[in-house]
């Protein structure tokens, strides 16, 4: 059964400083989703990692892939308060006939002034 | 908006009951998942389906059934609900299923 570790669960920061989330995976997968959840909201899709080595920038986010570690990685740069909310990864896992999202515990991000 | 709908956005319901949560995906999009989030499960997948057929089932409660209609409408049916039931269920859609998923907004269920 594949399984999905996010950490830290809970992260506080200051704003301006830098900070990583990491994601540990369980099983081959070439398929790395990463999203934002803010309070009583749905998913923001971020980014999607598809291959090994895979990196992508948004603003002060950036995202990476590493598929024989099994772990992917979402970076803060320079945080401000806007970026609190409730991080998720998610692995694709395509079966037989069809597909999935299994989803880590999610990180929940506060950037306190 | 990622072009899902769902409704209703909020339901509030007794133990035993039955319910029908609704979803729209995005124009052109094929497949539709479903997921259910909880304090204490966590965001769980529970179904997917393609084209009007079932492609892959998690972990989803004999209670539960869903179908998808020919107007790639799906509906998530929920009987018998039980307290532990309260959750936020969330529809997705994607082109198939090795694309991105988008997500609604949820439809909020809290049974009493």
């Known amino acids: 059964e594949l399984k999905v570790e996010q950490n830290p669960l809970f992260l506080s920061m200051q704003e301006g400083k830098n900070y990583t989330i990491y994601c540990n995976y369980s099983?081959?997968?070439?398929?790395l989703y990463w999203y934002r959840q803010d309070p009583g909201k749905s998913l923001e899709s971020l980014f999607v990692?598809?291959?090994?080595?895979a990196v992508k920038q948004e603003g002060r986010l950036m995202a990476s892939l590493d598929t024989k570690a099994r772990l992917s990685t979402l970076h803060i740069t320079a945080a401000v308060h806007d970026l609190s909310a409730t991080y998720f990864c998610a692995v694709g896992s395509q079966e037989t006939s069809g597909s999935r999202l299994t989803f880590g515990e999610g990180t929940q991000l506060t950037v306190n002034p | 908006d990622s072009g899902v709908t769902q409704t209703p956005k909020h339901l509030i319901t007794a133990t035993g009951q039955r319910v029908t949560l609704r979803c729209s995906p995005r124009s052109g999009d094929l497949s539709v998942y479903w997921y259910q989030q909880s304090l204490d499960q966590g965001l769980q997948f529970l179904i997917h389906y393609y084209n009007g057929e079932e492609r892959a089932k998690g972990n989803i409660l004999e209670r539960f059934s869903a179908q998808q209609f020919p107007d790639l409408h799906s509906e998530l049916n929920l009987s018998s609900l039980e307290l532990g039931d309260s959750a936020l269920y969330f529809c997705?859609?994607?082109?198939?299923?090795?694309?991105?998923?988008?997500f609604g907004p949820g439809t909020r269920l809290t049974v009493t």
């Open positions: 990692l598809l291959s090994n080595g």
């Open positions: 997705a859609s994607s082109i198939a299923g090795t694309f991105e998923q988008y």
């Open positions: 099983t081959t997968s070439d398929r």
